[in-house]
């Protein structure tokens, strides 16, 4: 007979899911109630005022969509691009690539502002883009890449995007909650994030967001969305419809519990707190690694504080080290994906995952599993140099 299922106890510090806080989990244990009850309805709202919060915007059409972050991404091309339209889609790592998928899929037609990989989104490429036709009807980039740890400038390229008139398709989905990010004030039209990153909320959800200019471009379609499940207009008559709420399909009831709860903390801890946060715990990691004698892969000004990117040192088995790591320290880090397999390692610091414990379970495991693999490495320096780093908490 198959007997129940318990999960070993994992510290969760790869590209996400990152450690879920007891809180969030104790949420999800509460009692399933119907999705159309008025208790139930009374929490989703809360759920989409703390998105607002999260997400900083005003957007009426601000929801959870249910299911990862990758149907939010759908969510946003599905309704936005038409047969026929252009949209430059900047890729600079593997999640640039999906939406090139997606504006295909649609029918449209994408036009690419490729940057290499471990490289910011070039703002001058997408002018340039955008200076060759006047017909381009959205921008799509990633914010935080986390394939590589690099951030793109999103408040610029959405001021280009404005000053050339066209609609923005952001992917937040390791940005939210990490670092800075301004849907109204940087003029974000389509934004789609996911639960499992830096809200440490379980997997399986996808806030969205829609700008008013995106909403009319829904309204002014000609042709139908050729999703009915994402299709924006439907799923607003229930989560826009207030206590009239229609049915559409059932919400994942106890995960929005969960959900709810990790947008509770972090109202409590102050979104911009939590920047500060997860910019903190980095510094005091990259001072950790630097002294060991690693080096980071991405450069100072566009890395990612969530996601750091280590280069992995010659001789070192990457697949036998991180399966150590997992074995004898319970500690999952993330492999090197697409063109930087084999050659880098993804550290998270995603929400709940970023507090000082992690950061020096981390080193301390790396080093000692590093010595034992016989690397080239300083023993006996990174747990000094990171504590340093929090007790001289501005450099
Ligand atoms: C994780 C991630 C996604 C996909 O989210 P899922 O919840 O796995 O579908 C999309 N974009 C970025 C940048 C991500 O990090």
Known sequence: MI????????????????????????????PTIGHLD???????????????????TENPLTMPVSAPGSAGMEACFVNLVEPGDKVIVCQNGV????????????????????????????IEKVRALMEQHDDIKALAFVHAETSTG??????????????????????????????????DQWGIDALYSG???????????????????????????TSRTPSWFLDKTLVMGYWGGGQKRA?????????????????????????ENAWQRHALHHRALRDGLEAMG??????????????????????VDDAQLRSQLLESYGLEIGAGLGALAG?????????????RRHVMLCLDALENTLLEQGADIHSGRASAAAAAAYTNPEQ
């Not at 510090?13 to 809180?23: E, K």
């Not at 008025?38 to 900083?56: C, H, N, S, T, W």
């Not at 049915?247 to 979104?271: K, R, S």
Request: aromatic residues 6%.
């Open 3 to 30: 007997k129940s299922f318990y999960p070993p106890l994992r510290t969760l510090m790869g590209p996400g899911p990152s450690d879920v806080h007891p809180r969030v989990l104790a949420a999800m244990a509460k």
């Open 38 to 56: 008025p208790a139930f309805i009374g929490m989703m709202d809360e759920v989409k005022q703390l998105l607002q919060y999260a997400l900083r």
């Open 95 to 122: 999640f640039g690539g999906r939406m090139k998928e997606n504006v295909e899929r649609f029918g449209g037609t994408a036009l690419m502002v490729e940057d290499a990989w471990g490289t910011a989104v070039s």
């Open 150 to 183: 690099v951030c793109s400038d999103a408040r610029a390229l959405c001021r280009l995007a404005q000053d050339y008139g066209c609609l923005t398709i952001v992917d937040a989905v390791t940005s939210l909650g990490g670092v800075e990010l301004e849907v």
């Open 195 to 221: 639960t499992q990153k830096c809200l440490s909320a379980p997997p399986g959800i996808s806030p969205v967001t829609f700008s008013e200019r995106a909403l009319d471009k829904v309204r002014q379609r």
């Open 247 to 271: 049915y559409h399909h059932t919400a994942p009831v106890n995960t929005l519990y969960g959900l709810h709860e990790a947008l509770v903390m972090l109202q409590e801890e102050g979104i």
């Open 294 to 315: 690693l080096q980071m892969a991405v450069a100072a000004d566009i890395r990612l504080p969530q996601l750091n990117s280590v280069t992995i040192p010659e001789g």
């Open 343 to 355: 050659k880098v390692w993804r550290i998270g610091l995603m929400g709940s995952s970023c507090t």
